[in-house]
């Protein structure tokens, strides 16, 4: 089977002393596609250094919300002039994060606002962070799509990928009728996490994507390690027992909805 890791900071500095043995590990995983998200200039850049030594790596740039946090110039400028090389696919990651960061609301909002701006200019979907903040990251995202060109038409198709998904299932409903897309990951496989099951085992198969967030967030079964890549399979196969669907179907098109946003049309 085949896997897109839609999530998975290899830019992040523990992977420096391995990084070919941990791509290897992910091939041999299944998994052939992989998008590196940057959350400040630096790891914009080297999300796009990545993309282009690796032909199956794709890279995504922005702005995390918590860089608000340093009262450091915010490279919007430069942002907008990474966005257009040929393997950035997409803009993030960017959001709202009240959980590390609740007292620069007003500021995270403006940033957000202005990296949208920056999405609809490229014509490229988002990846969306979201911690403690759900409504607020819905309302600004939904008045933004509401406020599309025609001309986009890309980001009508599916204006995006909200990152370890925090909502509800009405909220996830809501968002689908935009296209929107959810990633799930690591944390599926851990017991107390009833909402998150609850959204995953009835969200139509359309609207999943599969993620890491590698180092961050492993699986159950590597609680304590840095999470790779090749975990995913862990991830597909408890969604698998979730929603009680035949693995090769349902791997399949979850496969083809990451594909279908960030490569091409069609994988096949």
Not at 21 to 37: C, K, M, Y
Not at 42 to 65: M, N, R, T, W
Not at 124 to 134: D, G
Not at 165 to 194: C, W
Request: aromatic fraction near 8%; charged fraction near 25%.
């Amino acid at each position: 089977m085949n896997f897109f890791d839609t999530h998975c900071h290899l830019n992040h500095s523990s992977f420096q002393p391995d990084l070919d043995e941990v791509l290897q590990r992910a091939f041999d995983s299944g998994v052939t596609n992989i998008l590196v998200p940057g959350w400040d200039l630096d790891s914009s850049q080297a999300a796009v250094d990545l993309a282009e030594k690796y032909p199956q790596i794709v890279a995504a740039v922005g702005i995390h919300p918590t860089e608000i946090m340093f009262g450091r110039a915010l490279p919007l400028h430069e942002i907008r002039e990474l966005c257009k090389h040929p393997k950035v696919v997409a803009i993030g990651e960017i959001g709202l994060d009240y959980h590390h960061d609740p007292d620069h609301v007003q500021d995270q909002q403006s940033l957000l606002v202005e990296l949208l701006e920056i999405a609809t200019e490229a014509d490229k979907p988002v990846i969306l962070h979201s911690r403690e903040s759900m409504n607020d990251v819905k309302q600004i995202i939904l008045e933004w799509v509401n406020h599309l060109p025609l001309t986009t038409f890309k980001l009508l198709k599916c204006p995006g990928i909200f990152h370890a998904f925090e909502g509800n299932l009405h909220d996830a409903m809501e968002l689908i009728q935009y296209g929107f897309r959810f990633g799930v990951g690591g944390p599926l496989t851990y017991k107390n996490v009833s909402l998150k099951k609850e959204v995953f085992s009835t969200l139509p198969v359309q609207n999943i994507c599969l993620e890491t967030d590698a180092p961050y967030l492993s699986p159950a079964k590597h609680r304590g390690e840095r999470n790779e890549p090749s975990f995913i399979p862990i991830v597909a196969d408890t969604l698998s027992r979730l929603r009680d669907e035949i693995s090769d179907a349902l791997y399949n098109q979850i496969f083809e909805n990451s594909y279908r946003i960030f490569i091409k049309e069609k994988a096949s």
